[in-house]
């Protein structure tokens, strides 16, 4: 592994293509990128193509489960001030394969919030935000390790908020697919405390096999 001091950050790995090509997700104390459309085989995606700039490295006290414990103390003793450019190479030092995957993912997710290019004129859909956050969410939540702290990308009751109604009207459509990823967003939802308009319905409703839904007419698939 290679870590570079550079304008004051520690990173690591090669630097991600400019946004919107880039996608991004915020942990605690770094912020990991991959380049979208970087040619590369699915495991290299997820580990040598990883981007990490440390933001505060005594914050990512993730880093055992990418690294190993032993790579963690090594990058730790490696590590001083980032003031000068500098160059350390590591020896023996490599993200544990698959272990960023899900990360990917979620970065994925985020990159399709804030950049898909959904346009009526040239023929892109747009995606279903209820279902896309609702994903978002729940693949967030399985990934509390890496969020010890508040992150811009760690919101899940942000997320979640919103789409009561909406999720109620996929629930609705029947697609046993789309009814369990709702369950497990409501019990998301119940765990963190969401409380908003439409949601003691949806939990209501999801709790009683027998409750009428509302016909919504809509039949959408997963965002991601």
Not at 13 to 27: D, I, K, R, Y
Not at 46 to 68: Q, S
Not at 80 to 107: C, F, K, M, N, S
Not at 199 to 213: C, N
Request: hydrophobic share 50%; glycine share 10%; no cysteine.
């Amino acid at each position: 592994m290679r870590l570079v001091a550079d304008s004051g950050l520690w990173t690591t790995g090669p630097a991600s293509e400019a946004t919107p090509l880039a996608a991004v997700l915020e942990v605690s104390g770094a912020v990991l990128s991959w380049t979208l459309d970087q040619p590369s085989d699915p495991g290299a995606a997820d580990d040598a193509a990883t981007h990490i700039a440390f933001t505060d490295f005594g914050r990512a006290d993730w880093l055992w489960r990418v690294l190993g414990e032993s790579g963690h103390v090594a990058l730790a003793s490696a590590m001083g001030p980032a003031d000068e450019p500098r160059t350390v190479d590591l020896a023996g030092v490599d993200i544990l394969p698959g272990t960023l995957r899900p990360l990917r993912r979620l970065a994925v997710g985020h990159w399709l919030r804030r950049w898909w290019p959904a346009s009526r004129r040239d023929g892109i859909a747009g995606l279903d935000r209820a279902l896309l956050d609702l994903e978002v969410a729940v693949l967030t939540a399985a990934a509390q390790g890496f969020f010890a702290d508040d992150t811009l990308d760690s919101d899940v009751a942000g997320l979640l908020a919103p789409h009561a109604v909406a999720l109620a009207a996929h629930a609705a459509d029947g697609d046993p697919r789309v009814l369990d990823l709702v369950r497990a967003g409501a019990d998301l939802a119940d765990e963190v405390g969401v409380d908003g308009p439409g949601w003691p319905e949806l939990f209501a409703a999801l709790d009683d096999p027998g409750a009428a839904w509302p016909p919504s007419g809509r039949r959408d698939d997963y965002a991601l």
